[in-house]
């Protein structure tokens, strides 16, 4: 195949991805609203959501901008770097922003139009939910390739070193990383500021339901949905996407050497990744096809043959994409490659992914043991439901990091560092398709949200709810892929970064680099804690909010008035616009600051941080998961010693208790711990050359 | 001075200081009991303690002799191992034995006898509750130096080798270090047992009132006082002195060469830490005599002159040591080192464990800003003080750890890595005082409890509660030289190990090392896991068996008829025996598995234990401590926005359950891991030859 044909191939499955989002959007956009009611209830889910991120956008394009010019200076004034780097860390942040903007006013729109086929029935509902959660996906694959390759094309052509073009590249993926945190930092305090503030407003003023269209802060509980699981996950998985490639391409660089001794084109070494990345677009939109639901059918079923239809097809298609671009065998820095290896650690990669998606489904839904042993627990109250929470939370992190750590020594075996960076790669290839499945989960959320607050008939909540409930699985895995392929893209990213700065060994016994590992290791901890605190913060200032409008609006208790829920959404937009700054810059200074201090120290800091951080991950987002969980068990009734438990006792108040702790350790800072280990790693990497 | 006569004064010094605690001890005997009532009580409380310790060291008998049998057999073979290993073992095993046992069975007297004091005022009481702990302190330093000293002029007239001789003695720390982890874990599980059992049967069952004399569970919540917090502690700080020590004396022989060179005696080389140990113990015993209050003074004065009195003359006696035994200048393996910069080390430990011991305090003192933000939280319920206290408990990571980086940092710049191994001896120097003061805590908890029971004057119980208040803030400084001294003693094993194994370099970025990083950090999380679901489950019986005698026994209810006490010590008891196995087994078994399957794999494992043991302990025992305070907090009385909240309000039971979700991380599992990473890096020093 030509080399050119296939450099411009790339930009084009880009476009392509984009252009199906489009019409998928516009397809969305044309489908019935419903009533007025459910119309106007929508719309100010819509103005909600676009003013947070208008406000949050206004307060990155400041930091961009600061970052950029730092960047370019730093990079000026040395023959090895360019200024340059900052024009890709602009793009990379824009394309980032976009992929939120576009997931986000999408799902939006998908929302109340998922209520309104949710009153005929389920087909048409699944439709419309996933292709809202589609465009999303294919947003985010999208701008990602057009973004990665257009810079690669154009650097190639300015520079003829292909270390110069990655190192450059490199900007495009912090650029990705910050907004991702930015976004997932704020979007996450947005969400479980209103929806933690919702709840409890209920508790703290007698005579205020909990979920009930006349508590105003059920409309700001509804646009978190959209700020933090759409655009927030959309961020987050574009980071991803994008930090698994440039890592690869890092690795791969060292191929070129070889590649041309050999007389192969040397594009195949740092352009694999791509390739399969271009690939895994087209195998997204065909794995779409395969999400389908007959009426009175399990969606689950459509669900699942999407997303395992799209990973088997691609996993052959790995095959041949890797047996046609790579030779059979070739020897780089001492390790010998054959190209059936780099497949195998593609397929450790994916194999990876599904299993620790399993294990975080095992622990965390309503079927098994620990789910129901945390329900037992809330019968003795509320203290032992959160100690049997927090340790099922600490549990679960046992099998994943054995995978992950069996994932790491085999894919090496196999195919050195890059096997590594390959693996992460294989677990992504068809975010499209896995990021569709779980926007799809918020969209039917916001859905029943609609439907409970535009007072419809009760089967077309059973409708959402029952799309929303078959979602979890997919989603279990889908979270399963995330924390599996940031822990590898760290590490790839992390390996790419001792290249660039030149550093020898690692050796973990040296007191600067063991000073480094425990600060990193720290880091997810105070991290953790900042995010916590703003939630508790700002669900207080909505607590106060829900109280003062019912004490002020006459009316409002009985249903006779209308709250004034731009209050609450105003409360929770600016709490976490001002609560994200400090989080998020402790990310990107810390690495630096260390880096300055010693290069070793933050090559420690980076093996701290990622043990640390994925750990971390694991535990929050599971505990969080579980507790939530054995709430909706208990609702559902549960017998335990022959007496039944169900909503509105004791026992269920016990695990309101610990669904509420887990609301900000599963949304806010559990997952932003996946974006701040290769957040510090990529920064680690752009200031390599400079250290 | 002559070096065989430093060698035999060690010893004496151990005999001296068991000699003292023995005089100590039969003066405590000596004093009157009280009441009848109160006798009584008392004689449960110490039947029951004594009981556990009977039954827990009948599992570890058989526990050691398998160990130390696969020990023998494991080293016989090989010309550069003895199985004379096995003795060190039995001894390092039963020294510890030894020391919980004398510790616990003279605070089961002092108890009493301090409740009884306390009658009549506060001085008397006071002193015996201080004698009480003062013994606990000097068993375990006398032992420790008796043993390690002993073993190691057997050793000395048996081998040549100073290497091999210290590899021996290394034994004598693992010994210590598997009584310490069972112990700690078999410990805390029993008291949290007893003490959320006891507190929830309140909850559980109307009527049975929390803190009563009728409660059938408040022996057991007692005798749990003594096996946790007093033999439990005792353990733990024995196995820490111990670790320390060798830690130093095995980085100390690679200074052998250098010494004969330049004609210095060698012994100097590895005998310096137990002369400094020696000394510790004189020192110890004469800060005692500072402890002291005149009536209507204030006891925090006393014990602050005793320690802090006696950490000063230490720092003083030091530099004396040092400077006497250790030549002005030698080089040794390419390091130069000075006396006088070891002595820098030696600060550098002593200020750093102070420092932390700071920061602990400021998390966790009812005076400050987390705690009082913890009660503040508690007006909206029992979600928002548990999300406060885990954010509290996060944070509260961060500056400790940058004491420690910095201590590490700059411990190794003065004296390379005996520089760090020596700062963590710094640190334990006066273990004898320390523990003292820290075991008063317990025994006046007791007293207190004892005088709540025989229903004593309320004014009895205000002394004690005075006496136990005044200990906090010592113990707050114990715990920040517990932490930090196991997390240097850790590493200091850690660079031992890697001598020990011949392994040239640790390099984090190699899979197999980043594979034992992430399982290392991970263990501390199941390890959690596995003690918290202990305690709920043995806290789950506790209940049922409270409420099964307020059921059938007549006359319980109304105080008329005797709660059978026995039964629920009993429930404890066979809980914390059966599950301690199982975290037990994971802190020595692990390390072996791994290390036989790669040696640098385990030299990964131990940097990840140590990050993430150090991380989790300090989260758990800040946020334990906090939640503990902050419910003490509102007892006494707390405003807020001009709202009074105290006992009984809605506002202290949510506080309460942030109370009893900290109990078993605090007094459990957080202090458990303290002794898992240092047992696993024990584990690894022993059976580095091996590999």
Redesign the interface.
């Known amino acids: 195949m030509d080399q050119q044909f296939v450099l411009y191939a790339i930009p084009v499955s880009g476009v392509l991805a984009l252009l199906y989002a489009f019409m998928k959007a516009s397809w969305i956009s044309r489908q019935d609203v419903g009533t007025e009611t459910m119309a106007t209830i929508a719309g100010h889910i819509a103005d909600g959501a676009l003013a947070f991120l208008k406000r949050e956008y206004k307060v990155l394009i400041i930091f961009v901008i600061s970052v950029a010019i730092l960047l370019g200076f730093a990079n000026s004034n040395r023959p090895e770097t360019s200024p340059i780097i900052a024009v890709s860390f602009i793009v990379g942040a824009l394309c980032s922003a976009l992929a939120g903007f576009f997931g986000m006013r999408v799902a939006t729109k998908a929302n109340v139009r998922t209520t309104n086929a949710a009153r005929t029935g389920l087909a048409d509902a699944l439709n419309i939910a996933f292709s809202g959660g589609l465009v999303m996906g294919l947003s985010v694959v999208g701008l990602g390739v057009l973004g990665l390759s257009t810079l690669f094309i154009i650097y190639s052509n300015m520079f003829t070193d292909v270390a110069e073009v990655i190192n450059l590249i490199s900007g495009f993926s912090l650029g990705a990383s910050s907004i991702a945190l930015f976004a997932r930092v704020g979007g996450g305090i947005y969400t479980k500021a209103a929806d ?1 503030g919702a709840d ?1 407003a209920g ?2 003023y007698e005579g205020i339901p909990e979920d009930d269209p006349r508590n105003p802060a059920t409309i700001a509980d509804n646009v978190g949905d959209n700020v933090g699981d759409v655009a927030g996950m959309g961020a987050d998985l574009f980071e991803s996407y994008v930090g698994s490639i440039i890592g690869t391409m890092v690795l791969g660089a060292a191929f070129v050497p070889a590649f041309n001794s050999m007389g192969v084109s040397p594009v195949a070494a740092v352009m694999l990744p791509l390739i399969i990345a271009a690939v895994g677009i087209i195998v997204s939109i065909v794995g779409s096809f395969f999400v389908k639901v007959k009426e009175g059918g399990n969606p689950q079923h459509g669900l699942n043959m999407g997303e395992f239809g799209a990973s088997f097809i691609m996993a052959g298609l790995s095959y041949v994409i890797i047996d046609y671009f790579l030779p059979a065998s070739w020897t780089a820095e001492g390790f010998t490659y054959t190209s059936l290896n780099v497949f195998y650690a593609v397929l450790i990669g994916l194999a990876s992914g599904v299993l620790i998606g399993l294990i975080t489904e095992y622990y965390c839904s309503t079927d098994n043991k620990p789910v129901i042993e945390i329900a037992r ?1 809330s ?6 439901n ?3 929470g ?6 679960s ?2 099998l994943p ?2 995978v ?3 994932a ?2 085999a894919s ?1 075996h196999f195919a050195g ?1 890059y096997g ?1 960076a390959i693996a992460a790669l294989g677990m992504l290839s068809v975010t499209g398709i896995q990021l569709a499945v779980d926007a799809y989960g918020p969209i039917s959320d916001n859905a029943g949200g609609i439907a409970e607050m535009a007072a419809l008939p009760p089967e077309v909540r059973e409708r959402t709810d029952k799309l929303d409930a078959v979602g979890n699985t997919t989603a279990a895995i889908g979270k399963g892929f995330a924390i599996g392929s940031a822990a590898l893209t760290a ?1 790839a990213l ?2 790419a970064f ?1 290249q660039q700065a030149h550093i020898e ?5 040296k ?9 990193g ?2 880091l997810p ?2 991290f ?3 995010a ?2 703003a ?2 913060r700002a ?2 200032d909505m ?1 106060r909010e829900v109280g003062r409008q019912f004490n002020e609006i006459p009316g409002l208790r009985e249903g006779t008035a209308t709250a004034e829920f731009s209050h609450c959404v105003d409360i929770s937009t600016k709490a976490a616009i001002r609560e994200m700054v400090l989080p998020g810059m402790l990310g990107v200074l810390v690495p630096v600051v260390v880096g300055f201090t010693s290069k070793e120290m933050l ?2 800091l980076l ?2 941080v990622t ?2 951080g ?2 971390m991950a694991i ?1 929050q987002s599971n505990a969080g998961g579980a507790w939530d969980n054995a709430k909706k068990r208990i609702e559902g009734k549960i017998e335990f010693d022959g007496v039944v438990y169900g909503k509105g006792s004791d026992t269920h108040k016990a695990a ?2 610990g669904d ?2 887990g609301d ?2 599963k949304d806010t800072s559990g997952p932003s711990l996946n974006i701040l280990m290769k957040l510090i790693a990529v920064v680690a990497l752009v200031i390599a050359p400079l250290l």
Chains 1, 2 share one sequence.
């Open positions: 933690v409890l508790k703290v627990q019968i003795t109250g509320a203290a032992t959160i100690i049997a927090l340790g099922t939370g600490m549990m992190t046992g990091i054995i992950l750590s069996i790491i020594v090496y560092l590594i590490l992390f390996a001792r060994t690692l050796d973990i016994s007191p600067i680099i063991m000073a480094g590992l425990f600060i290791a720290m901890f105070v953790s804690a900042l916590m605190g939630v508790g669900a207080g607590i090559g420690g093996a701290g043990s640390s994925v750990l535990f309101v208790v509420t702790v900000p350790l």
